[in-house]
Nanobody, 126 residues
């Protein structure tokens, strides 16, 4: 059974940092693009960052310069380093893997992802 498990969420003050991790197993990690999405209450799911199989990264405009996505092929894990957090970053963050994620459009489209984690809560106090 495919596993996608996020961790690292929590409560941080405005301006703080968090590092989210997403451990995966039971699929060919190197053949999949990976993305982080977030969803706040009563808001649609939003693509935050993605990294393709060749390491190309994409970010939504609101997190550019603050968030960094990376992947560790040895550990089958993807990370999201989040710095300078703002209250508007608060949401449930989801990790996802997609075999057809290759460019900006597919990276931001939830329908292009095959596997999803259960999410981890990020709360930013003001």
């Amino acid at each position: 059974e495919v596993q996608v498990v996020e961790s690292g969420g929590g409560l941080v003050p405005r301006g703080g940092s968090l590092r989210l991790s997403c451990a995966t197993s039971r699929f060919t990690f190197g053949a999949y693009g990976l993305g982080w999405f977030r969803q706040a209450p009563e808001r649609p799911r939003e693509g935050v960052a993605a990294i393709t199989t060749n390491g190309t990264t994409y970010y939504t405009d609101s997190v550019k310069g603050r968030f960094t996505i990376s992947r560790d092929y040895a550990k089958d894990t993807v990370y999201l380093q989040m710095n300078s957090l703002k209250p508007e970053d608060a949401a449930v963050y989801y990790c996802a893997a997609g075999q057809r994620v290759s460019g900006r459009n597919s990276a931001q489209n939830p329908a292009e992802y095959n596997y999803w984690g259960q999410g981890t809560q990020v709360t930013v106090s003001s």
